[in-house]
């Protein structure tokens, strides 16, 4: 899956793989006077230097609530369509999904502080998670999680995604929450990519080597209405 600057998406598969992505990426798209897109918020966009190091957590989460904002799944009586406006929202998810010393480091942490923000703006949120243990045996099969992540895709739902160690996977930071947004896999799983939002930018990662790789896992996180 590809983005544009025009708030677009366009998808790519290799013969034999199939594509599943969010409906309108464009949600996402913040509008500012640059060359580049910024697709979604950046931890980096927080005022404070520890909000800066732990934010991850409230960044996905806002992004999260950007999209079902979109989607009229949340209503927001604030517009979100800058980098300022952003940051607003950044924020006041910051008071809901508050990171500990270790950061937001468990999916509850995360569901919890999205629901109690969904909550108070008169939304009830159902959180679906989806925990991969440090140890490999004791880890869902590798078609289960992507049957979990194209069930979060396919509600129209972004999957936060927890990752705590990166394994093999060199574009992807350990310790981290990023969105995703598309995933593309064969019938037999040989291949599985995750296009994700980090950074405000989006980009592709093999989530199959993180998987098959990774030390301390982690896990994925989507929400639906009841």
């Known amino acids: 899956m590809v983005y544009d600057g025009k708030g677009q998406a366009g998808l790519k598969a290799e013969a034999g793989t199939t594509v599943l992505s969010l409906k309108n990426p464009e949600y996402f798209h913040l509008s500012e006077n640059s060359k580049d897109a910024v697709w979604g918020c950046d931890q980096e966009w927080f005022g404070s230097c520890w909000q800066r190091r732990a934010g991850c957590g409230p960044s996905a989460a806002t992004n999260v609530v950007l999209y079902l904002r979109g989607a009229g799944s949340i209503r927001l009586e604030e517009k979100v369509e800058s980098k300022a406006d952003c940051i607003r929202l950044m924020e006041t998810l910051w008071r809901y999904v508050t990171p500990s010393e270790k950061g937001v480091n468990t999916l509850d942490r995360f569901c919890g502080g999205v629901k109690k923000y969904a909550k108070s703006r008169g939304i009830s949120?159902?959180?679906?998670?989806?925990?991969?243990?440090?140890?490999?045996?004791?880890?869902?099969?590798?078609?289960?999680?992507?049957?979990?992540?194209e069930k979060g895709l396919d509600s129209d739902c972004p999957v936060a995604f927890l990752n705590l160690s990166?394994?093999?996977?060199?574009?992807?930071?350990?310790?981290?929450w990023v969105t995703i947004v598309g995933l593309e896999t064969d019938k037999v799983h040989d291949r599985v990519s995750a296009q994700i939002l980090d950074g405000g930018k989006a980009f592709g990662i093999d989530l199959k080597l993180w998987y098959e790789t990774t030390t301390l896992g982690g896990g994925f996180v989507f929400f639906e209405k009841p």
């Open 166 to 176: 990166n394994g093999k996977v060199s574009n992807l930071d350990s310790w981290h």
């Open 125 to 149: 949120l159902e959180c679906r998670t989806l925990d991969i243990p440090m140890k490999r045996m004791s880890r869902p099969a590798l078609p289960s999680v992507v049957d979990f992540i």
